[in-house]
């Protein structure tokens, strides 16, 4: 198994732009430069859910996250593209839990509203599904995306503040109407999928 997975991570394939489903991302934000990260520590307040932060250290494994399909679509293939206007789930890779919104209030910011981790192993509800949000076909690695909260209509914020113990420094992450360039991502370090072969292969860009 392990000689398998060391095989694909060799066979690396070059000059992919796509997004695609079952791929490991990082999300960095373009306003704040932070990316998109969760752990083990749940808010203090609100759902008492597990906590979503931003952090700007790019080598922290607690900011990858799975792409998987929409909770009530059909499962999507490795290396199938993300279609722009498609529903999509995020799964961060280190707990198992999807990335959620609902209508709790932010922890910081009152007027906006908070965003958690939630379920178990990919297993949650239709809080979890985001729409990708961008300017052409298909998610492209080049192309910023906004990512919007489908039970809720509003899009995945940083919005400025951030925490104190136990997380001093990490920003807070929510979700808001906000179309600022705080609602803005792209993936940066990421294990990234591609079909087009009977064996699917691997383009990593860490």
């Given at each position: 198994?392990?000689?398998?997975?060391?095989?694909?991570?060799?066979?690396?394939?070059?000059?992919?732009?796509?997004?695609?489903?079952?791929?490991?991302?990082?999300?960095?934000?373009?306003?704040r430069?932070?990316?998109?990260?969760?752990?083990?520590v749940?808010?203090?307040?609100?759902?008492?859910?597990?906590?979503?932060?931003?952090?700007?250290?790019?080598?922290?494994?607690?900011?990858?996250?799975?792409?998987?399909?929409?909770?009530?679509?059909?499962?999507?293939?490795?290396?199938?593209?993300?279609?722009?206007?498609?529903?999509?789930?995020?799964?961060?890779?280190?707990?198992?839990?999807?990335?959620?919104?609902?209508?709790?209030?932010?922890?910081?910011?009152?007027?906006?509203?908070?965003v958690?981790?939630?379920?178990?192993?990919?297993?949650?509800?239709?809080?979890?599904?985001?729409?990708?949000?961008?300017?052409?076909?298909?998610?492209?690695?080049?192309?910023?995306?906004?990512?919007?909260?489908?039970?809720?209509?509003?899009?995945?914020?940083?919005?400025?503040?951030?925490?104190?113990?136990?997380?001093?420094?990490?920003?807070?992450?929510?979700?808001?109407?906000?179309?600022?360039?705080?609602?803005?991502?792209?993936?940066?370090?990421?294990?990234?999928?591609?079909s087009?072969?009977?064996?699917?292969?691997?383009?990593?860009?860490?």
């Amino acid at each position: 198994m392990i000689l398998v997975f060391l095989s694909l991570i060799l066979e690396l394939v070059s000059g992919t732009e796509l997004v695609t489903c079952t791929s490991m991302i990082k999300l960095q934000n373009l306003q704040r430069g932070v990316r998109l990260h969760s752990h083990g520590v749940k808010y203090g307040s609100g759902s008492g859910q597990q906590s979503v932060t931003g952090v700007p250290d790019g080598d922290d494994v607690n900011s990858y996250w799975t792409i998987l399909s929409g909770s009530t679509k059909p499962v999507c293939a490795r290396g199938d593209e993300i279609k722009c206007g498609g529903v999509i789930r995020l799964q961060h890779a280190q707990t198992g839990k999807n990335l959620h919104s609902h209508l709790f209030t932010a922890p910081i910011t009152n007027h906006m509203q908070e965003v958690s981790a939630f379920g178990e192993e990919g297993k949650g509800d239709a809080g979890d599904d985001w729409q990708v949000v961008c300017s052409t076909d298909v998610w492209l690695q080049s192309s910023p995306v906004r990512l919007k909260h489908l039970a809720t209509s509003k899009y995945l914020s940083v919005s400025g503040a951030t925490f104190g113990h136990p997380i001093p420094g990490q920003y807070e992450i929510t979700a808001h109407t906000s179309l600022s360039d705080g609602s803005l991502w792209r993936p940066t370090e990421s294990i990234m999928f591609v079909s087009g072969s009977d064996d699917n292969s691997l383009h990593d860009e860490l």
